[in-house]
């Protein structure tokens, strides 16, 4: 679309002054897997989930002529006996990407303006955006963790939403106990504090702090938001959940969250995956390795790495990293740029197999040797 304006003259002033919308690229693409490059660009899990979750989604196909648990209680239930927290209080999504839409959704009005870490997520700023609302971008810390002294500076009167991230995309950073202390006890008892935890299971497993023992301290309102789509390796099937600070949060999310957003057969394949805490080991011990490899790896090519602890890692390049992208993939490697007016010259490669590690590895040599 040419002039997004003129064609979309009918409809909000929001939605007029966001970019034209392209679709990235995913699995479905490229049917052929002879041909299907090596999907390193959308921080998915290369592995499989757990055969518990496959035959338990499998299991509930018996039942789609009706339509699915509108709380989706078993998996509320499950979620709520894994962290110990009132089941009342776990509001299930459409993927995190739903619950944090709404979260703008209960906090933000024409004129407000939320506090997001840059970069980060972009949904943040463009649902913050599509509520008439304004993100003020909150930079992140050289180690590509969400920064409070930043965060908190950039606090002021229209503030009614804080979103902080960790550990953070594309950056990779973790928060410290002392920074998410810092950070829950900071934001204002009247400001929603949204804390995305989506990569949480790759923050634990590295030995990170656990945010929501921190949270529950907090007198103001909260919302942790987290995801089957990562560690769980369930991305298609669509489960986040939201773990609110009180009853008032998980009212609000109710009052305007989707009521048959999350399908019956996901729902069982969730509460089967966290059943299977054997696999989600096996699972984040075999990314951890190729982490590290792949960190290592680009380190001896000679590139500055961010320290991560998702699954994924981002380098700086010496010149812009959209031209490497755009090499990579004339490889059959898809890795992103950061896309971020402040850094152009960050690449960010999802962890994937083994033979992903080497393939991108040697891509790279190849075509950082042709580069000098
Ligand atoms: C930081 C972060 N939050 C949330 C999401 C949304 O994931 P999902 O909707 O699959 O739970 C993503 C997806 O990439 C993410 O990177």
């Known amino acids: 679309m040419t002039d997004a304006s003129d064609a979309l003259s ?4 929001a939605i007029r002054a ?44 018996h039942d789609v002529n009706r339509y699915p648990d509108i709380g989706g209680r078993k998996l509320a239930q499950a979620v709520a006996a894994h962290y110990g927290v009132d089941p009342s209080l776990v509001i299930l999504g459409c993927g995190s990407d739903e619950l944090i839409h709404f979260t703008t959704v209960i906090a933000l009005e024409a004129g407000d ?11 943040y700023a463009l649902s913050t955006k599509l509520a008439a609302a304004k993100p003020v971008r909150a930079r992140i810390n050289k180690n590509g963790a969400c920064d409070v002294d930043a965060t908190l500076r950039s606090i ?34 009247n ?24 949270l529950r301290k907090r007198k103001g309102p909260w919302i942790s938001t987290r995801t089957f789509s990562k560690a769980y390796g369930l991305a298609a099937m669509r489960v986040g959940y939201a773990i609110c600070g009180d009853a008032t949060v998980a009212e609000a999310l109710r009052r305007c969250r989707l009521q048959y957003n999350v399908p019956t057969p996901s729902q069982a394949a969730a509460v089967a995956a966290l ?60 890795v992103r740029d950061w896309r971020d007016p402040d850094y152009l010259n960050e690449l960010r490669i999802g962890v994937g197999t083994a033979e992903d590690t080497d393939a991108v590895l040697a891509a790279l040599a190849r075509l950082l040797k042709g580069a000098t």
Not at 165 to 184: F, Q, R, V, Y
């Open 156 to 189: 002021g009167n229209r503030t009614k939403l804080v979103v902080a991230c960790t550990p953070n995309p594309p950056s990779g950073g973790m928060m410290d106990e002392a920074a998410l202390k810092a950070l829950i006890d900071g934001v204002p008892e």
């Open 191 to 214: 400001v929603l504090l949204l804390l995305d935890e989506a990569y949480a299971e790759f923050g634990h497993h590295a030995g990170g702090p656990d945010a929501l023992k921190l």
């Open 275 to 334: 059943a299977d805490q054997a696999h989600l080991k096996a699972s984040l011990d075999k990314i951890a390795v190729e982490r590290k490899r792949l960190t290592e790896g680009l380190v001896a090519l000679g590139l500055k790495t961010w320290p991560s602890t998702g699954n994924f890692v981002s380098v700086s390049l010496n010149g812009p990293a959209a031209p490497m992208m755009t090499a990579l993939a004339k490889e059959g490697i898809l």
């Open 10 to 13: 009918w409809s909000t002033a």
């Open 113 to 123: 303006e939320a506090v997001v870490p840059a970069p980060s997520f972009p949904r």
């Open 18 to 61: 966001l970019p034209a919308y392209r679709q990235p690229q995913t699995f479905h693409d490229f049917e052929n897997p002879g041909t299907r490059p090596r999907l390193l660009h959308l921080n998915e899990n290369p592995y499989p989930p757990s055969p518990m979750a496959m035959a338990a989604a499998i299991e509930a196909m």
